[in-house]
């Protein structure tokens, strides 16, 4: 499954949903993660630096090195295709050609194969790279955040997954809304979890709470699942697996 | 003075920080704060929305309208240049003129005098829109969260300051960096302080603490020191605009 983590708002936890999914997921099949963000946060997250020589997902998507030059694996098992401040060239760069929107399809095309579940972590704003994504995607997962204003980036997003049903990619699914960083005791989550409920265009996943455990997590390079045992906190990655693995059987 | 917000980091609290230092300057003297981000979370926080036949900042950039046609006075006396989703055209479009690092600049010089302070509230990532502001700004504030990774974002944005000191525009001076979201008691806001306070090339301000009030006055369309007068949120505010007017004097 090719799932692409998307929201044009900034902060919202697409890179730790990132990480903890695909740290789950790489337990039941081989997973990739793939960091589309110049910024590198999903990489720094699996304790990975690129070194100044070192190619990633800006090389990759321009052409000047293989998929499986680039690919590392992590030491939880996880593989990582990595980026750095090089990424933000790529976007002046792959508008110059054509076939600007399909260039992440077209370099995945065969990962299928090779990767059971592959992840990609899009950067915030509405960019070529976001787009590249979703026109290379099977699904989107769509974290929200728990916080007033969660909703209106909500809707922004619809619209480019709407966008690019139409013209790119006709066959991309919403997999649904990840509510995250709740504090289920607060007037403002109770609000936010309330309206995203009240809707029936897709599916709201069990909330991801908020604990400092996930930038912990991240700062030690370890997917959350080895890293704590807290059940409030993986009961709701577990479920959001399981729904994964049902959407697979169809 | 011209001041940009800027963090390349998404939701570090760059709009509640415009927001606020605006709402408060505007008590001192003319002030205009400038939604860069079609994402429009700072025109949302004003209570403005823009029409489909309303002209905003990306008309605005690409000279379909002149400054005093796109410039709205908001309720609490704060001049607004509004953003919206036709935003997210503006940067493909001036990429493709000559003078694209300082459409904003010339769009602005009329400002001058007209306003005492302007503030531009940046986009999260390291685009076009930024750049301007930067290439435009006398001063740079820039908000950090209190984070694990938070440094990692801060020198991602020094490095691009550096970049246009260099190449674009050599006046432009830090004004520093504005904590935000702290939760004093935590150890991961304190590791964060300190790691601040040991660097010596440029202020810390007292940090922003992390407070409901800020999202329910960008819901209620308010400033936050009209919203509240709960001294631990306006003091680190008020600190800061005495030392936006001492520079002023210099
Ligand atoms: N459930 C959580 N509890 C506590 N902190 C969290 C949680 N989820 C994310 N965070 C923290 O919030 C910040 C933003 O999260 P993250 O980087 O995952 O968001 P993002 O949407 O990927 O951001 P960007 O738009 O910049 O890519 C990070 O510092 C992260 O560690
Ligand atoms: N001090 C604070 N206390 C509580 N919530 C806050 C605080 N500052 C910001 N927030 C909330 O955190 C979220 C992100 O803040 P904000 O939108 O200001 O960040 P940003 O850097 O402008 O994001 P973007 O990168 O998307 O432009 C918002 O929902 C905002 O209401
Ligand atoms: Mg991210
Ligand atoms: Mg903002």
């Known amino acids: 499954m090719f799932l ?61 090195v293989t998929t499986a030059q680039v690919i590392q694996k992590t030491a939880s098992g996880l593989y990582l295709l990595p980026a750095d401040g090089n990424l933000s060239r790529a976007e002046m760069e792959l508008l110059q050609k054509s076939g600007a929107f399909y260039t992440l399809r077209d370099r995945l095309a065969g990962c ?12 915030p704003s509405r960019g070529l790279l976001t787009i590249n994504a979703l026109a290379a995607a099977d699904y989107v997962l769509i974290p929200v955040q728990c916080q007033f204003f969660a909703l209106k980036g909500l809707s922004a997003l619809l619209e480019t997954v709407d966008h690019v049903q139409r013209r790119l990619n006709p066959k991309l699914h919403i997999l649904g809304v990840l509510p995250t960083m709740a504090e289920m005791q607060t007037i403002m989550t109770q609000d936010v979890l309330n309206a995203l409920n009240a809707q029936k265009n897709f599916p709201v996943f069990k909330p991801l709470p908020k604990s400092v455990k996930f930038p912990e997590s991240n700062l030690a390079g370890e997917p959350i699942h080895r890293y704590t045992n807290e059940s409030r906190l993986l009961e709701p990655l577990l479920e ?11």
Chains 1, 2 share one sequence.
């Open 240 to 250: 959001l697996v399981k729904f994964i693995q049902r959407q697979e059987k169809l």
């Open 112 to 123: 299928r194969g090779q990767f059971r579940y592959v992840l990609m972590d899009c950067p």
């Open 4 to 64: 692409a983590i998307a929201n044009h708002k900034g902060g919202v936890g697409k890179t730790t949903a990132t990480l903890a999914l695909g740290g789950l997921l790489s337990e039941l099949g081989t997973c990739l993660v793939v960091d589309l963000d110049p910024q590198g946060n999903l990489t720094t997250g699996l304790g990975v630096e690129l070194g100044s020589d070192q190619p990633g997902a800006y090389q990759w998507l321009t052409g000047q």
